[in-house]
């Protein structure tokens, strides 16, 4: 096994994108559907925003620096990975704060309806996020099985609101589709792409999808609580009113009047002045993202994750695969199950693999394309049969915890 990853490794004309990130040699990260790794020029970057744009020219920098365009520049970068145009995607706030205001600007243009329809198993800040509008007395949350999603739909509902890939399952959702039965009773659709973004093929405009956001700190390497983005179709944007009506999202903010007047086009759904430094972080990956392009993710990313899968099928079969089989239908990503996932999760990280655990008995790996080599995979594979035979897991130190899992 290790030495056909090694022939695989040798001939991925992605390998030489790993070098522009910073990864100790003997590392396998396989966690980059949870905090991206780190772009190695991202610390050059963050030291001159902070000591020339901030430290030397100060104010002057939102002007000469371009930080007051860091919102629209950001999310017009992003919106090349997720198959929008420039002037629909605006990098700002985060993925729950921009559920929020989606959510509630959605509610706002279906007048006479107040469902939310949405899957149990969902994210749970996009379901805190409905149940917060629900205790205002503006939305009422509708769940439906996957499986019963488009039979759900019907006059009643004026949302409704998915993650695109499922974040425990890795599974995925056929976007055109669910958006079209949606339309055809009238409701409008917010996607979540925080799953997705930089690593499966998504083509907002192709889907004639009205809305979506995501975040930055996962397959766009923007940090650990990066800014997220936000994505409105150019039909709505005119008729948009989102809550959080900030300065920032003021068609002048500078001229410093009482009244609320929005900005033109997507910028509106701007709030608050951009976090600059993060900002500038996640330039940087996203960058690094549109440099590969999305194609040749998307095909690195479903080799890794078949090769694992079949690996894993063969060697490790105490745990069975919970994502969907057809690479097409999942995200990049893989989930096994088993009793004491936490404690193998923990058993691995030991021995510098890294994935993750998904509450109750999930052992999360995910497959960042840039970085993660087919040695990865294999090392996971090895590892996890070697941490259940010897029975290492069950060192009491791996039972144990933390507040992050």
Same mark, same amino acid.
């Given at each position: 096994?290790?030495?056909?990853?090694?022939?695989?490794? !040798?001939?991925?004309?992605?390998?030489?994108?790993?070098?522009?990130?910073?990864?100790?040699?003997?590392?396998?990260?396989?966690?980059?559907? *949870? #905090?991206?790794?780190?772009?190695?020029?991202?610390?050059?970057?963050?030291?001159?925003?902070?000591?020339?744009? /901030?430290?030397?020219?100060?104010?002057?920098? /939102?002007?000469?620096?371009? /930080?007051?365009? @860091?919102?629209?520049?950001?999310?017009?970068?992003?919106? $090349? #990975?997720?198959?929008?145009?420039? &002037?629909?995607?605006?990098?700002?706030?985060? +993925?729950?704060?921009?559920?929020?205001?989606?959510? *509630?600007?959605?509610?706002?243009?279906?007048?006479?309806?107040?469902?939310?329809? *949405?899957?149990?198993?969902?994210?749970?800040?996009?379901?805190?996020?409905?149940?917060?509008?629900?205790?205002?007395?503006?939305?009422?949350?509708?769940?439906?099985?996957?499986?019963?999603?488009?039979?759900?739909?019907?006059?009643?509902? !004026?949302? #409704?609101?998915?993650? &695109?890939?499922?974040?425990? +399952?890795?599974?995925?959702?056929?976007?055109?589709? @669910?958006?079209?039965?949606?339309?055809?009773?009238?409701?409008?659709?917010?996607?979540?792409?925080?799953?997705? !973004?930089?690593?499966?093929?998504?083509?907002?405009?192709?889907?004639?999808?009205?809305?979506?956001?995501?975040?930055?700190?996962?397959?766009?390497?923007?940090?650990?609580?990066?800014?997220?983005?936000?994505?409105?179709?150019?039909?709505?944007?005119?008729? @948009?009113?989102?809550?959080?009506?900030? /300065?920032?999202?003021?068609?002048?903010?500078?001229?410093?009047?009482?009244?609320?007047?929005?900005?033109?086009?997507?910028?509106?759904?701007?709030?608050?002045?951009?976090?600059?430094?993060?900002?500038?972080?996640?330039?940087?990956?996203?960058?690094?993202?549109?440099?590969?392009?999305?194609?040749?993710?998307?095909?690195?990313?479903?080799?890794?994750?078949?090769? +694992?899968?079949?690996?894993?099928?063969?060697?490790?079969?105490?745990?069975?695969?919970? *994502?969907?089989?057809?690479?097409?239908?999942?995200?990049?990503?893989? $989930?096994?199950?088993?009793?004491? $996932?936490?404690?193998?999760?923990?058993?691995?990280?030991?021995?510098?693999?890294?994935?993750?655990?998904?509450?109750?008995?999930?052992?999360?790996?995910?497959?960042?394309?840039?970085?993660?080599?087919? !040695?990865?995979?294999?090392?996971?594979?090895?590892?996890?049969?070697?941490?259940?035979?010897?029975?290492?897991?069950?060192?009491?130190?791996?039972?144990?915890?933390?507040?992050?899992?």
């Amino acid at each position: 096994m290790m030495q056909q990853a090694e022939r695989l490794d !040798a001939a991925d004309p992605l390998a030489k994108w790993r070098g522009e990130f910073l990864l100790d040699e003997g590392l396998a990260y396989l966690d980059g559907n *949870s #905090l991206g790794a780190l772009p190695k020029v991202v610390p050059a970057r963050v030291e001159e925003v902070v000591r020339e744009e /901030w430290g030397a020219q100060l104010i002057a920098s /939102w002007n000469d620096a371009g /930080w007051i365009d @860091l919102p629209q520049k950001v999310g017009g970068k992003i919106a $090349s #990975l997720v198959g929008a145009q420039g &002037h629909e995607v605006i990098a700002a706030d985060t +993925t729950s704060i921009n559920l929020f205001k989606l959510i *509630s600007a959605a509610l706002a243009m279906r007048p006479g309806r107040k469902q939310v329809l *949405s899957e149990p198993g969902n994210f749970p800040s996009d379901l805190y996020m409905i149940e917060g509008l629900e205790a205002q007395g503006l939305a009422e949350r509708r769940l439906a099985e996957r499986g019963n999603i488009e039979a759900a739909l019907d006059e009643n509902v !004026a949302l #409704l609101l998915l993650t &695109h890939v499922h974040y425990k +399952t890795g599974e995925m959702f056929d976007m055109a589709r @669910l958006t079209k039965a949606a339309h055809d009773v009238g409701a409008l659709v917010v996607w979540d792409l925080s799953h997705s !973004a930089g690593a499966v093929p998504v083509d907002l405009n192709g889907a004639n999808a009205d809305f979506a956001v995501g975040c930055g700190y996962k397959y766009l390497n923007g940090g650990p609580g990066a800014p997220a983005f936000a994505y409105v179709a150019e039909r709505h944007q005119a008729g @948009l009113q989102q809550p959080l009506s900030g /300065w920032m999202g003021h068609k002048a903010p500078f001229a410093f009047v009482d009244d609320y007047q929005p900005a033109p086009g997507v910028d509106r759904l701007l709030c608050s002045t951009p976090s600059v430094i993060a900002m500038s972080a996640l330039e940087v990956g996203v960058d690094l993202m549109a440099g590969i392009g999305m194609e040749a993710l998307v095909e690195k990313s479903r080799a890794l994750s078949e090769f +694992t899968r079949k690996a894993m099928a063969e060697h490790v079969p105490e745990l069975p695969c919970i *994502s969907p089989a057809d690479p097409a239908q999942r995200g990049s990503q893989l $989930s096994f199950r088993h009793q004491h $996932s936490y404690q193998l999760c923990q058993a691995l990280i030991a021995r510098n693999v890294i994935g993750d655990f998904r509450a109750p008995d999930v052992l999360r790996v995910g497959f960042a394309p840039a970085y993660v080599r087919f !040695a990865d995979c294999a090392r996971l594979v090895e590892e996890l049969r070697d941490i259940l035979d010897s029975g290492e897991w069950q060192k009491p130190e791996y039972a144990e915890r933390g507040a992050v899992t």
